[in-house]
């Protein structure tokens, strides 16, 4: 299997490419050695489409073991500690009983290397499912693992929480581990997974939980990460799965400008099985607080209504105090991509492994998290596929760029000098000799999307979240909150409130002054806009795939996921990042506005 890549545009497009093929003998997730009579790198390799530098267990006799979730990540006296819902001692990958902590290290984050799990199931204390999520972070400078398992008998649902410690913290691998019940020892008794606690300038541990067994959700605090009390019963931000806080991490490469005091820290939580982001303002103290400021960002776009809906799911951080930076995670399910059955009855092998390291940064102009490649990746990089050349594409025109069963590609396209006409250009990836299987990643421009074709004055309309400063007015002219904004140099949006609405807590009339780009809602009495810093057109980013189907000469797509990305006023190129892994694929745009996986 050879993957092609073509690039195709419906404009006159200027293309700058760079493109280069990963090294084949990448550690990662691929476990004999490459002078071993199993490794053939050829059409007939009996792991053809297995992935060779993202995370996923070892193989066991030449075939894949299965996982789930990413667990506990850390890093320790100058090694990288990741760990996943691990398969190796399971029936099979359906029926999920006896699970464990596979575990991997690394001083790179490029070069893994495979250890036995950290956890393996002990009934006594995991009943028969095994340990299977929880955080792991370091606590008074020494690591510490909480994770999940199942009571027995009538207090299944329950799930207990058990705290796990190395025994040996000289051991630089950190192999040896123990079991410690928590106090009180339903001091997390309840669904869903725990994340890494956040810390208090005092150096407090914190962890929001959701208590079902007393249908509150509360704030538990330690000294120790060992005893637990409870600080706050009135904790609305609290969702059942992974609630992370963190600081709102450095600003992205390139994005210039101001973030705004009110705005600290990030809250993020699993709904359903979708990553979400809220920036907010947290305040420290005896009984601490989470209020949020702007709308829920998801980590990848997809179609919520199906589980294999093309991203990935159930991310974990990973704080990496080396460099200053945090660092997310996530799994990918066998065949996310619908058009492609699962590897125990499908015809294409595919595998459980995880989306690639990803630096979590956060663009002020747009008030947004971006998600992009670690830079230890381009170590991979060990030959170029394209030279480094500008390429013109006519409309309709498309281009072969090279073949390779590994690529790692950036594609920056220059835009229309007026953004207001409609153009769309995109790559595809050939998946077959003959080209029936394709994944295609496509960028078209989408206009007058705020009510009337006008988003610079609405009427009727709010623009929901994003709000830094809001002060009551005495005036009736709109306007006159449109120029308030306009004089701030934080300020990309704006609203006039002239009514009552549900929020009688704040004065009638305001202004209301904004960051990011809120997406418009119909409101009666509020009249807004957005100023010049952004521009009304927007990307939509879609990844989809096609075959021929069952039936020949027909063939099928399947859209993998696709979103609306801003494009800030005064942006002449947006660049796409194409990274190809065997049966993996992740694209990237505007260094990680917006990031779709798909297989």
């Known amino acids: 299997m050879i993957l092609k890549l073509q690039l195709l545009a419906l404009l006159l497009f200027s293309l700058h490419c760079t493109a280069v093929i990963c090294s084949s003998s990448c550690p990662m997730g691929y476990d004999f050695p490459l002078n071993s009579s199993a490794f053939t790198d050829t059409d007939t390799d009996p792991l053809l489409y297995h992935p060779r530098f993202h995370i996923m267990p070892p193989t066991r006799n030449n075939s894949p073991t299965g996982m789930n979730d990413m667990n506990a990540m850390f890093y320790f006296n100058g090694v990288y500690h990741i760990t996943y819902q691990d398969h190796i001692d399971c029936p099979d990958d359906i029926n999920q009983a006896n699970q464990s902590f596979g575990h991997v290290v690394t001083r790179d984050l490029v070069h893994l290397r495979h250890k036995p799990p950290i956890l393996r199931d002990v009934v006594k204390f995991d009943g028969k499912l095994g340990p299977w999520d929880g955080p792991g972070f370091i606590c008074n400078g020494k690591p510490v693992i909480i994770y999940n398992s199942h009571a027995e008998g009538s207090a299944f649902n329950l799930q207990t929480k058990t705290g796990a410690y190395p025994t040996n913290i000289s051991d630089a691998e950190l192999t040896s581990w123990e079991r410690k019940p928590l106090v009180p020892a339903d001091a997390f008794l309840g669904p869903g997974t725990l994340p890494p606690p956040w810390f208090s300038k005092a150096r407090n541990a914190y962890i929001a939980v959701s208590r079902s067994s007393k249908n509150t959700c509360v704030v538990m605090e330690s000294t120790d ?124 092998p595919l595998y459980h492994t995880t989306t690639s390291m990803r630096e979590i940064q956060y663009d002020p102009r747009l008030q947004r998290l971006t998600f992009f490649p670690i830079d230890e990746y381009k170590q991979l990089r060990v030959k170029n596929l394209v030279p480094v050349q500008y390429v013109t594409l006519n409309p309709g025109e498309k281009k072969l760029l090279g073949e390779a069963r590994q690529m790692d590609m950036t594609i920056n396209i220059t835009l229309p000098e007026d953004l207001s006409s409609t153009f769309s250009f995109g790559a595809t990836v050939l998946e077959s000799k003959d080209g029936t299987q394709t994944t295609r990643i496509r960028m078209e421009s989408i206009h007058n999307n705020c009510p009337g074709g006008n988003c610079s004055y609405m009427t009727n309309t709010d623009l929901p979240g994003g709000d830094y400063n809001y002060f009551g007015v005495n005036y009736t002219n709109p306007r006159l909150c449109e120029s308030s904004c306009m004089a701030d140099s934080k300020c990309s949006a704006w609203a006039y409130v002239s009514k009552e609405t549900a929020d009688s807590e704040y004065p009638v009339p305001r202004c209301c002054l904004k960051q990011g780009h809120p997406t418009p809602r119909p409101l009666e009495g509020v009249t807004s806009g957005y100023v010049s810093k952004t521009t009304t057109t927007m990307l939509q980013f879609t990844m989809d795939t096609s075959d021929s189907g069952e039936v020949p000469g027909h063939t099928q797509i399947h859209t993998i996921a696709t979103t609306n990305v801003p494009i800030i006023a005064g942006e002449k190129q947006a660049n796409l990042r194409i990274v190809v892994d065997r049966s993996l694929l992740e694209a990237y745009i505007f260094n990680g506005r917006a990031v779709i996986t798909g297989t």
């Open 225 to 348: 990460c060992y005893t637990w009390t409870t600080v706050n019963t009135t904790w609305d931000m609290c969702p059942p799965n992974s609630p992370e806080m963190f600081v709102i991490p450095s600003t992205c490469n390139g994005c210039d400008g101001e973030n705004v005091s009110n705005l600290t820290h990030v809250y993020k939580y699993t709904a359903g099985l979708v990553d979400e982001y809220v920036v907010g303002q947290y305040v420290d103290g005896t009984h601490p607080q989470f209020n949020s400021v702007l709308p829920p960002q998801l980590y990848e776009v997809s179609k919520i209504s199906q589980f294999e809906d093309g991203r990935g799911a159930w991310s974990e951080s990973l704080i990496d105090p080396a460099s200053n930076r945090r660092i997310t995670v996530a799994w990918v399910p066998p065949g996310v991509t619908p058009g492609y059955a699962k590897p125990f009855g499908g015809f294409v």
